[in-house]
């Protein structure tokens, strides 16, 4: 008991909220545009991330796993956005990232998650990443993330072209589930790229699904479903984004010849779910090529409220707070893109549906959230599903203040975007 009671002493301070600062550029003029991919360099013997484990090391590669770089740039903003197969970014190798490539000179680098469960692991220095997500950490891990996801990057400025950006919104709800039992999201995005004659460039995927088909008993590295459905790309390298992934799971369809449930051999349930979004991209009309699209980006940064792990009662929280509460950032940001008719708002957390919506309604109505982007903040419930500890509350670290101190970032950030996007337009 006095050793609890010395551990609830808040002794690390207090978590200071702030006014969201903001910063950011817009282009005006043609759009080039470059992508590349790069294998992720897994090093000799693998450590497996994703879930926790009594062993970490995986047993092989069922299929390679990547980083996927789209490099945009008009006269005035140039930005690059990375989607990597991994279960999440922490803020110290988005960072490095950034410092890697520091000789482009480019505004705004985002890396965000695909947030396979079963991708590489071992890159994460924090007490939550050792035991709960990316296992024992080692430096020499990190060094190779760094340079893989950064060298997709540089593939990716060195493509650069002319090009075009199209813009394709549906929903697709038939393959995805609220696992909390309410409305599945099944919001589906697409931004093409393209050369001005029409070859491909790359095409930015969004959707809401967690990529967790193939469960913990799985031992070997892939990106889950998400990874097929890369593979699947027609318009160029394909990016993947998470939507308002915090409580949207996937449900597939039935694979040919086999069942879509729990007796469905899980690599053929991987495949069903992968094509059906596939052909959901296939179907969707996109707006006009534009040769000269509005390319503005603005981040916004801002402080967090204190610590509140949903999973712990509250008469143990304080105790948590001191023992954990290096892990986790105590500020954070978001970074929205205006691209053409998109609105992208990146941010480092796992917001619930209807969490996401309401990011999309502060923001504006071309507003799309995309996850797991340049940190992890976890889970963000509603505000009154936490106090009733419901819904993702129980895997949340935040506590129920978290959803409007990201909203206020995402406002802010989009608000700015919009105006300096509004500045460059003649």
Partial sequence: MILLAALSIPWRGASVRSTPEVAGVAGRGALAAGAAVRPLDLGPSPVLGGFPRWRWTATGVADQVTARA???????????????????????????????????KLDAVVVAATHTHAGPGGYWDALAGRFGATGPYDDATFER????????????AADRGPATVSVARGRLTEV???????????RLLAVRVARPSGKPVAELVSFAAHPTMLGKRNTEISGDWVGRLLALGARGPRLFFQGAVGDQSVRPPAAAGASAGPEAPVRERMVAEARAVDAALAGLEGSAAAESPTLAVATARFGLPGLEPGAVPGWLRPATVTVAGGTFSREASVTALRLGPALLLFMAAEPVAAVGESLRTAAGPDAEVVSLAGDYLGYVETEGAFRAGTGEAKRSYFGPELAAVLQGGATAAAREAERLAGAATP
Wanted: with cysteine.
């Fill in 145 to 156: 993330m760094v340079e893989s996801i950064a060298g997709a990057v540089r593939l990716a």
């Fill in 70 to 104: 789209l490099v945009l740039t008009e006269p005035g903003c140039s930005v690059a956005l990375v989607s990597a197969e991994l279960v999440l970014v922490p803020r110290a190798l988005a960072e490095a990232v950034r410092v890697r490539v520091a000789d482009l």
């Fill in 176 to 186: 995805v589930q609220n696992r909390d039992g309410g409305p599945p999201d099944g």
